[in-house]
């Protein structure tokens, strides 16, 4: 008995496993699927180099007639200070010995400028130094008495930005902490990137809240003689 349940419990199993798995393919089929014709694991990429190459150039560059509809976007528009007047003390051009203002007005024989609510004054914060803005550790410093006049005036720039000539230098921990205790935040550039933003900021904020100080980009340090 137990021989035949066996028999017919292995002849049920042969078939469910027959009814789930699919017939097997032909030789043939087998073979085509082997080599790739029936399908391909790998995806297919088209080159299209040929069409392009077969399509005929532009015979003309005429868009058609220009188009009337108010929808267009007016890209003169999206400049929202476009329509306001710069500043008489914006920096039209950094000079190697001085600075050429948009009013006209020149800052020549190597000094150096401070723009201040809506005033230029020459400025040379070198004088006293030997000729040398940079100190023993390579930071760029001046003493207080260059920046004197901002102890005069009321209210104070909330922003000075500094321009230290042809290139960039870390200002000292003493001449920062001197402008912060003015209640004056510091931006260092070079000259040409400072006069740019002075100008752009000046423009939007107005010359009240923004100011410049300017070394020219021709500086050069004084040599030390030891």
Same mark, same amino acid.
């Given at each position: 008995?137990?021989?035949?349940?066996?028999?017919?419990?292995?002849?049920?199993?042969?078939?469910?496993?027959?009814?789930?798995?699919?017939? /097997?393919?032909?030789?043939?089929?087998?073979?085509?699927?082997?080599?790739?014709?029936?399908?391909?694991?790998? +995806?297919?990429?088209?080159?299209?180099?040929?069409?392009?190459?077969?399509?005929?150039?532009?015979?003309?560059?005429?868009?058609?007639?220009?188009?009337?509809?108010?929808?267009?976007?007016?890209?003169?528009?999206? @400049?929202?200070?476009?329509?306001?007047?710069?500043?008489?003390?914006?920096?039209? &051009?950094?000079?190697?010995?001085?600075?050429?203002?948009?009013?006209?007005?020149?800052?020549?024989?190597?000094?150096?400028?401070?723009?201040?609510?809506?005033? *230029?004054?020459?400025? +040379?914060?070198?004088?006293?130094?030997?000729?040398?803005?940079? @100190?023993?550790?390579?930071?760029?410093?001046?003493?207080?008495?260059?920046?004197?006049?901002?102890?005069?005036?009321?209210?104070? /720039?909330?922003?000075?930005?500094?321009?230290?000539?042809?290139?960039?230098?870390?200002?000292?921990?003493?001449?920062?902490?001197?402008?912060?205790?003015?209640?004056?935040?510091?931006?260092?550039?070079?000259?040409?990137? *400072? *006069?740019?933003?002075? @100008?752009?900021?000046?423009?939007?904020?107005?010359?009240?809240?923004?100011? &410049?100080?300017?070394? /020219?980009?021709?500086?050069?340090?004084?040599?030390?003689? +030891?």
């Amino acid at each position: 008995m137990a021989t035949i349940m066996s028999s017919t419990s292995r002849a049920l199993a042969t078939s469910n496993l027959r009814a789930l798995c699919p017939k /097997p393919h032909s030789r043939a089929v087998y073979q085509g699927l082997q080599s790739g014709q029936g399908f391909s694991r790998r +995806r297919q990429f088209h080159d299209s180099t040929h069409w392009s190459s077969s399509s005929a150039p532009p015979t003309s560059r005429d868009r058609g007639p220009k188009s009337q509809e108010d929808t267009q976007t007016d890209f003169s528009k999206l @400049n929202v200070l476009g329509d306001t007047p710069a500043p008489a003390t914006s920096i039209d &051009a950094c000079l190697p010995d001085g600075f050429q203002l948009d009013s006209g007005l020149k800052v020549v024989g190597g000094n150096g400028v401070l723009l201040l609510s809506g005033e *230029a004054f020459s400025w +040379r914060p070198w004088v006293g130094r030997n000729g040398r803005l940079l @100190n023993s550790k390579g930071q760029w410093e001046c003493g207080k008495e260059a920046w004197g006049i901002l102890d005069l005036v009321w209210p104070r /720039p909330d922003l000075l930005i500094l321009g230290l000539g042809p290139s960039m230098h870390p200002v000292s921990p003493e001449t920062r902490a001197h402008l912060n205790s003015l209640g004056i935040r510091l931006e260092i550039q070079d000259t040409r990137n *400072a *006069a740019a933003q002075f @100008n752009l900021l000046a423009t939007e904020r107005g010359v009240g809240e923004v100011a &410049a100080a300017l070394v /020219p980009t021709g500086w050069k340090e004084a040599q030390v003689v +030891r």
